[in-house]
């Protein structure tokens, strides 16, 4: 499998800083640890900003093409949850180090 390394100082520069909002059905409480675990896995950065059972908003930094593969995965993630539309926009203020859920759901 071939290696592809970054310069860090180019990376920094081409990071894209979104805010998405997924609207669905996210009763099953497995949904936001399954977003925090595979941020971590594409390398992105952020925080959960709100979590409910209809809606889930998300700060995201990393690089384009990460945070494309994080809505898909949304898309196609766990199951048990449906996500019927995601909303993209260019996030203000900086992402956190590593992942982060501030919010969590309030469902059963």
């Given at each position: 499998?071939p ?5 860090p100082e180019?990376?920094?520069?081409s990071?894209?800083r979104?805010?998405?909002i997924l609207?669905?059905e ?11 675990t ?5 390398g992105?950065t952020?925080?959960?900003q709100?979590a409910?059972a209809d809606?889930?908003?998300l700060?995201l ?8 593969a994080m ?5 196609l993630?766990?199951?048990e949850i ?22 969590r759901?309030?469902?059963?």
């Amino acid at each position: 499998m071939p290696v592809v390394q970054r310069d860090p100082e180019m990376a920094l520069a081409s990071n894209a800083r979104e805010q998405m909002i997924l609207r669905g059905e996210f009763s099953a409480g497995s949904f936001i640890p399954w977003i925090e675990t595979y941020a971590r896995k594409l390398g992105l950065t952020g925080t959960i900003q709100k979590a409910g059972a209809d809606c889930i908003e998300l700060q995201l930094e990393g690089p384009p093409e990460l945070v494309d593969a994080m809505e898909v995965g949304c898309l196609l993630g766990p199951i048990e949850i449906w996500v019927e539309t995601i909303e993209r926009r260019p996030a203000n203020g900086m992402a956190a180090q590593g992942f982060e859920g501030n919010a969590r759901q309030n469902v059963p």
